[in-house]
Structure formats: structure tokens, C-alpha cells
């Protein structure tokens, strides 16, 4: 009985110690998206747009390595065009007037300057300290919803809260 015992925390040790082997020296992702597949991951392949002649071919912009050409693909701009917008709209220009008001009042206190890289900081660290012991484990696992569930909201106990203290939610679902 007591070399079972004994076995099976041997096994259990070698187990451990191997799960621990096959993790990255800094592995903080907490997410887990690798395919088992040998095969090519077919979404990776983006076709480009057709090749057309210019009417001017003075007019092309100057090759630039590492950049963007036109016949590459532009997703996000397309939907945009499809949806009745403008694709310059993807462009970064700063704060839009229409939305001057809204930023005003949400920096009334104050903003540091480096919040951006304060925040990152900080999101790194806690990440660093929930995937503590992520290397021990046997099959990798996407435990970011874990993590960050304390930081969530659930949309519909929200949604009950409003509605108990009387506020309108028009785009929710109705009560049951």
C-alpha cells in the first residue's frame, strides 16, 4: 500500500515537472489559441485586391518596404464603405469635435499624461501575477475570462439594477 502511494506521487512529481518544461520563459498570455493541426491555417492567407492598370502612372505612391500598396486588403474600410460611411473615418486625427463634450467631462479631474503606459504596466503585472503558476499544467488552457472575471460586468444583473432604480434601458431586452 504504502509503494502505491509512494508510485503514485512519483508519477504525479514527473508529471508536474514536465508540464512545467513545456511552458515560455516569461508566459503571461493566459490565452491559448495554438492549433493542433499540422496542417497551414487557412485564414492566415489573405488574398489581394485585383490588379489594375492606372490612369496615370506618374500618379502611384512611392514604394515603401514594410508598407501598404494598393492592392492590399482593407476590411474594416471596406465595411465601413458597404455600411454607408466614410473609410477616412479609420484614420487617426485625434478627438472629433462631435465628441469634444463627452471627453471634456470625463477628464473634469484630470489625466496623467502617461496613463497609457501606466495602465500597461500595471495590466502586466497582473497578469504576471494570475499566471503565477500557469506553467503547471498538463494541457494549456485559455484562462483569460478566469482572470478578468472579477473585472466584468454582467450585462443582464446591470441591466436589473437599472431597471429597479427606475432608468429606462430601451435597447435591452424586455423583462420576462
Not at 492567407?45 to 515603401?64: H, M, N, R, Y
Not at 501606466?118 to 504576471?128: G, I, K, N
Amino acid at each position: 500500500m504504502q509503494g502505491n502511494r509512494m508510485l503514485r506521487a512519483t508519477i504525479l512529481m514527473a508529471v508536474m515537472t514536465l508540464a512545467a518544461c513545456g511552458g515560455y520563459e516569461r508566459d503571461i498570455t493566459l490565452r491559448s489559441f495554438k492549433s493542433n493541426s499540422g496542417g497551414p491555417d487557412e485564414f492566415t492567407i489573405i488574398p489581394g485586391k485585383t490588379l489594375e492598370a492606372p490612369d496615370d502612372f506618374a500618379s502611384l505612391p512611392v514604394p515603401t518596404p514594410g508598407g501598404t500598396n494598393l492592392t492590399d486588403q482593407t476590411p474594416n474600410a471596406d465595411a465601413i464603405v458597404a455600411l454607408g460611411g466614410r473609410a477616412s473615418a479609420l484614420e487617426l486625427r485625434g478627438v472629433p469635435a462631435s465628441d469634444g463634450a463627452i471627453v471634456n467631462h470625463a477628464s473634469r479631474y484630470g489625466v496623467p499624461a502617461d496613463i497609457r503606459t501606466s495602465l500597461a504596466t500595471e495590466d502586466e503585472e497582473f497578469r504576471r501575477r494570475k499566471s503565477r503558476f500557469t506553467k503547471f499544467r498538463i494541457a494549456r488552457v485559455d484562462r483569460y475570462n478566469q482572470v478578468y472575471k472579477r473585472q466584468s460586468l454582467d450585462p443582464f444583473r446591470e441591466t436589473r439594477r437599472f431597471r429597479r432604480m427606475g432608468v429606462r434601458t430601451p435597447t435591452s431586452p424586455p423583462s420576462n
